[in-house]
């Protein structure tokens, strides 16, 4: 499709509890890329994926989070032990290469994760 | 490194025109800017490469000045569902897309 689908749109989780999210990119797109968004509305770079090999993982908290990008399987952000800090909007995009030259990154429409 | 975006904040009337600028401190390879609207995903408005070059999207262009490592965000003849927060993000080396803080749009009547 030419939409990045993502699921859930919310998400509540008690802390300590697991968060899983989804993201299947658009088809022909190679690249994927999960941001978190805070209140304040500032994207951090999470992590990103070209097919199913992670491409870069320097934002990661890798103590707690894992993700995932599995041919044929949407990709997944995967959260263990949610903290209240971890409250956020995560945003997917995706793009036929890492640089988006041409159309930029398409961003789902984000899942909201809180923690309470 | 993030870049830095001014103003954080603007209001326009209808019709009136305004300029985002991005700056960094980095040598860019590239700059994009996306606008998001309140509860949405944020949406690719255009992507400007090193090479000074400018481009243009209905009332919508945008400039990047690769000596300065400096894109600016040009909005003429303001509508009102231009209103959002607008991000600039810039690519450089081998780093991810990184986002500025955003600068919020608002027109009104």
């Known amino acids: 499709g030419e939409e990045v689908a993502q699921t859930p749109k919310h998400l509540v989780r008690g802390e300590g509890q697991k968060a899983k999210l989804y993201c299947a990119p658009i088809k022909g797109h190679s690249y994927v890329f999960w941001y978190q968004q805070v209140l304040k509305n500032e994207f951090k770079f999470l992590i990103s994926?070209?097919?199913?090999?992670?491409?870069?993982e320097t934002g990661m908290p890798k103590e707690r989070f894992s993700a995932k990008c599995l041919p044929n399987s949407p990709c997944s952000l995967e959260i263990q032990a949610t903290k209240l800090e971890d409250s956020a909007v995560y945003f997917c995009a995706s793009s036929q290469s890492r640089s988006g030259n041409g159309n930029g990154y398409t961003f789902g429409s984000g899942t909201r994760l809180t923690v309470v | 490194q993030q870049p830095v975006q001014s103003p954080q904040a603007v209001i326009l009337r209808e019709g009136e025109d305004a300029v985002i600028n991005c700056s960094s401190s980095?040598?860019?390879?590239?700059v994009h800017w996306y606008r998001q609207k309140h509860g949405e995903a944020p949406v690719f408005l255009m992507i400007?490469?090193?090479?000074?070059e400018q481009k243009g999207h209905e009332k919508i262009s945008a400039s990047f000045n690769e000596k300065k490592q400096q894109s600016s965000l040009y909005l003429t003849a303001s509508q009102l569902s231009y209103s959002g927060t607008y991000f600039c993000g810039t690519l450089s080396g081998n780093t991810p897309l990184v986002f500025g803080k955003g600068t919020r749009l608002s027109v009104i009547a």
């Open positions: 994926f070209q097919n199913e090999n992670v491409f870069d």
């Open positions: 400007l490469l090193k090479g000074g």
């Open positions: 980095k040598a860019l390879y590239s």
